[in-house]
């Protein structure tokens, strides 16, 4: 009995030594904790320097279309050729990023946005702005994708999710755009000298970060699993690599969820403006609830992710979501459709970036690839939102088609349990 006992004891403590041998990505070591929270510090910036060169556009956009002389319907249509471009982008830099590592791609994609912001602001023609929006989109597409591998890569050390984090720095990247934007507007800067200003600033980010980014690793292998129909598959299928249908589910439910966002970013203020005949400083406030709550909710939303676990936050965040814009839509009072407003985007804000890391965690060899599927059916939904909205108010009125969204929201908390295919393992001991 007492040498079944010792022979135990010692399988037991061999178990041990092995598993202290092999540097695990959930515990971080005294030599790699600092290496760690410095990749991380670099996907910091590479979210704020993106929500920042974007924000950068998007101010800028007034003096463009005067600049060029287009109608505003002329200029609508070019526009699609920034989404055109992001979404090329988004499916090019995916596979890239697998291949090469996320340390290669992301400052070349950062340094290539930041070049392509500037372009907008030399064009001086209908077809030389669209070139440049096409540019542009590529740019941005390529660093929203990789940047995002990046940061699951991150959350995978981590061992708990971080990614929440990283859209919020997007966001706080945008609003400082806002900021800097309206000062330069002030001191009556051009938009080519702005931008190139900008444009400088982004290439020294992308050179200054990029040595502070995680070097790719091997993904670790993954026991066969009801969630994981690649492991089951034979090696000559699996050479013949399609997406797998969960990151297809995943990929719906970002489209469906961005065309939220979409929804409230063109038609919030429109909402109150027309429907609760709310005045223009007042209806403008719709849109600021909804971005401060956003932001704010994906600021909380990691800690939420890891206390209740994603899919428990992406069916409470959408049904929150579907509530808040429902009160929004029926409200006739202007107090309470703010309230909604404000509901919705908290609701909203920890979605997708819970989309994302499950789709990174599914399969870490091929988390670009499915990254970029999830971020550009995402994208295609953000731009076809108010587009879809715009059609419907022909049939029925503006409060009404705002249903659209609250059944999306209600659609994806009912699919949130496709989470499971790509929960990371909860922290032990991981260094903050």
């Known amino acids: 009995m007492l040498n079944v006992r010792y022979v135990r004891l010692m399988e037991r403590t061999t178990r041990t030594a092995a598993k202290s041998s092999t540097a695990q990505p959930g515990r971080t070591t005294a030599g790699t904790a600092p290496r760690l929270r410095a990749g991380r510090a670099a996907t910091f910036a590479y979210f704020a320097l993106n929500g920042f060169l974007m924000g950068m556009w998007i101010v800028h956009i007034p003096g463009v279309e005067h600049r060029v002389g287009v109608s505003h319907a ?3 249509w070019l526009l699609l050729l920034l989404g055109a471009g992001a979404f090329a982008g988004m499916q090019l830099v995916g596979p890239l990023t697998d291949r090469f ?13 930041s070049l392509t912001v500037v372009l907008p602001g030399l064009a001086g023609h209908a077809w030389t702005l669209g070139a440049a929006l096409l540019l542009l989109g590529l740019g941005n597409g390529c660093l929203d994708v990789s940047m995002n591998a990046h940061a699951v890569q991150v959350e995978h050390a981590y061992r708990r999710p971080v990614m929440s984090a990283f859209h919020a720095t997007f966001s706080l990247g945008g609003v400082l755009a806002s900021l800097v934007g309206a000062r330069t507007l002030a001191l009556g800067w051009q938009p080519a000298a702005t931008l190139g200003a900008v444009a400088l600033l982004g290439l020294a980010v992308a050179a200054l970060a990029a040595p502070a980014l995680l070097p790719a690793t091997a993904p670790e292998a993954r026991a066969p699993g009801p969630a994981d129909p690649e492991a089951t598959t034979p090696p000559a299928a699996r050479a013949r690599r399609t997406t797998p249908r969960p ?11 961005m065309l939220c966002e979409g929804v409230a970013n063109d038609w919030s203020v429109l909402h109150l403006r027309t429907v609760l005949d709310a005045p223009a400083a007042t209806a403008a406030l719709a849109y600021g609830a909804f971005a401060t709550t956003m932001t704010l909710g994906r600021l909380l939303a990691d800690r939420a992710a890891g206390r209740f676990g994603p899919v428990a936050l992406l069916r409470c965040g959408a049904a929150a979501a579907a509530a808040g ?3 929004a839509a029926l409200s006739p009072w202007v107090p309470l459709a703010l309230a909604g407003w404000a509901v919705f985007g908290a609701g909203l804000s920890g979605c ?3 989309l994302f890391s499950a789709a990174g965690h599914f399969d870490p060899a091929h988390a670009g690839a499915n990254v970029s599927r999830v971020a550009g059916l995402g994208y295609l939904g953000m731009l076809a939102g108010p587009a879809v909205i715009g059609p419907l108010t022909q049939a029925v009125p503006l409060n009404l088609a705002l249903f659209l969204p609250v059944a999306c929201c209600v659609v994806a908390a009912a699919a949130a349990g496709v989470l ?6 909860p922290a032990r001991g991981v260094d903050r």
């Not at 590592?101 to 946005?113: D, F, H, I, K």
């Not at 499971?420 to 393992?425: D, I, L, Q, S």
């Open 101 to 113: 590592g996320a340390r290669v791609v992301v400052p070349c994609s950062a340094a290539l946005c």
């Open 352 to 354: 997708v970036p819970q």
């Open 420 to 425: 499971r295919a790509g929960t990371p393992e």
């Open 247 to 257: 990151i297809w589910v995943l990929a719906a439910l970002a489209l469906m969820i």
């Open 325 to 327: 814009l429902t009160t």
């Open 74 to 76: 002329v200029f609508g």
